[in-house]
């Protein structure tokens, strides 16, 4: 009973001895061995930098990037303005005549001067209402050149009055004075008939154009001034 009793003891003494032991045993090595070697200081200069001892390449020291040189502003040349001459009046144009027509006559015209196309008109004679046409008593003509400060010169009729029958179904227009109009205004056969034989002799001046039949289908004023 005493004996169970003494081996906890026991144990617990050779333990304490053993961690005794072990003790003495580490402490005894470092004291053998000497102080442990400290840590190398760290070098304050970078490795491979120039003055630090160490086997590193150097390196270049950066460079201020290279700048373009000022170019000299485009210098402007002063304008010289050239003295003004002195102005001088250009002389008045001298008047100059109206220049004539072309194909216009000065003189009694011959049958080649002729305008197949224009007649001046006299009188109208009614025919027998059965053909269905008039006469027209005409004489043929050219165009006067006029004098220079005129609007136009006049129709010179020439040669011997001749008749042409005009349908009672033509196409007439007519003018000022038939009309109150300087442009062309259709009008009737019988209107033309009634205005020729109020002035006779007045001498309008018309274009025309006749149709298979001779006669003639068409029939339009001259405007004069």
């Given at each position: ?20 032991v ?68 250009a002389?008045?144009?001298k ?29 109208i ?5 059965s ?5 027209l008593?005409?004489q ?13 010169g ?25 009309v ?24 309008l ?16 004023e001259?405007?004069?001034?």
């Amino acid at each position: 009973m005493n004996a169970d009793r003494l081996r906890p003891v026991v144990l617990t003494l050779a333990a304490g001895a053993l961690a005794a032991v072990l003790t003495g045993c580490q402490q005894g090595g470092a004291a053998a061995g000497g102080a442990a070697p400290s840590a190398p200081a760290a070098s304050t200069s970078a490795p491979g930098t120039a003055g630090s001892g160490g086997g590193g390449t150097p390196t270049a020291a950066p460079t201020d990037a290279p700048t373009a040189a000022p170019t000299a502003a485009p210098t402007v040349a002063p304008v010289v303005k050239k003295p003004a001459s002195p102005k001088t009046s250009a002389p008045a144009p001298k008047p100059t005549a109206k220049p004539a027509p072309a194909g216009c006559v000065d003189s009694t015209p011959g049958p080649d001067d002729v305008d197949p196309d224009e007649f001046a008109l006299y009188r109208i004679e009614e025919l027998d209402g059965s053909t269905g046409k008039v006469n027209l008593v005409v004489q043929h003509g050219a165009w006067g050149c006029g004098s220079p400060d005129s609007d136009g010169g006049p129709f010179v009729v020439t040669g011997e009055e001749s008749r042409w029958a005009l349908d009672q179904a033509a196409y007439v227009t007519a003018t000022n004075p038939i009309v109150t109009s300087t442009e062309n205004q259709r009008i009737g056969v019988q209107e033309l008939i009634d205005w020729v034989n109020a002035h006779p002799d007045s001498g309008l001046v018309f274009r025309y154009e006749t149709g298979d039949d001779g006669a003639i289908h068409r029939l339009e004023e001259v405007f004069t001034p």
